[in-house]
């Protein structure tokens, strides 16, 4: 079953243009993960944020994460046509193992 | 630098036939995962490998085995392969007890089954 579920699932913004992506969940969490896959490859670590954090940054990458509501955001700021591709969230479901959303399409029009 | 490696980008079978996936890591990981990916369907786990000659089956294991005879390899079998596993297969692999369960992905193998 899918623990994460990504909104929207397809978005399209001009090159500079600042990306939100959202990611909700329905069990409680100890931490939550943001992965890319550029199209036809495997998938990337970007950042994981924990459930006793509310912000976290790395790079022109913001998260942030609000356990009461269950859902987690993805920020892009400034973005680059190399930003184009899917990206996931990721919860952990037991026994080390993860549970990926469907992912939101990200195209970046130059 | 961690690296995951499949064997195959590319590969088109026949239906009927027996396919073998090969994933290798280089991170000394003791968890191991077999994903297909499908449009819409996102990723979904068939099989997952705690350590060496253990497994067990994730969400969609039937027509499906896996292998796993040395620690950095893990392989996935269609035993006789039919048109519905045309898929891309993700391999990836994790650090037993990190807090984080972060999985470092091979770059996936598209198999078509024809």
């Known amino acids: 079953s899918q623990q994460g579920e990504e909104d929207p699932q397809a978005l399209s913004i001009q090159e500079g243009e600042n990306a939100t992506m959202n990611c909700s969940y329905k069990t409680s969490i100890n931490n939550l993960q943001w992965y890319r896959q550029n199209s036809g490859r495997g998938l990337v670590h970007l950042i994981l944020?924990?459930?006793?954090?509310r912000e976290k940054h790395s790079g022109r990458l913001r998260v942030t994460l609000d356990t009461s509501k269950k859902s987690s955001s993805l920020l892009i700021t400034a973005s680059r046509a190399a930003d184009t591709a899917s990206y996931f969230c990721?919860?952990?479901?037991?026994?080390?193992?993860?549970?990926f959303g469907q992912g939101t399409r990200l195209t970046i029009n130059p | 630098d961690v690296k995951v490696t499949q064997s195959s980008r590319y590969l088109v079978k026949r239906t009927g036939e027996k396919v073998f996936l090969e994933c290798v890591q280089d991170m000394d990981h003791e968890n191991m995962f077999w994903y297909r990916q499908d449009p819409g369907l996102g990723l979904r786990l068939i099989y997952f490998?705690?350590?060496?000659?253990?497994?067990e089956k994730g969400d969609i294991p039937e027509g499906y085995s896996v292998s796993r005879e040395k620690k950095e390899r893990f392989s996935l079998i269609l035993e006789s392969a039919s048109t519905n596993q045309t898929s891309m297969y993700l391999c990836a692999s994790s650090l037993a007890g990190s807090s984080s369960y972060e999985q470092y992905f091979g770059p996936g193998t598209r198999l078509t089954v024809t």
């Open positions: 990721a919860t952990e479901r037991g026994a080390q193992k993860l549970v």
């Open positions: 944020i924990r459930s006793n954090e």
């Open positions: 490998s705690y350590d060496v000659k253990m497994k």
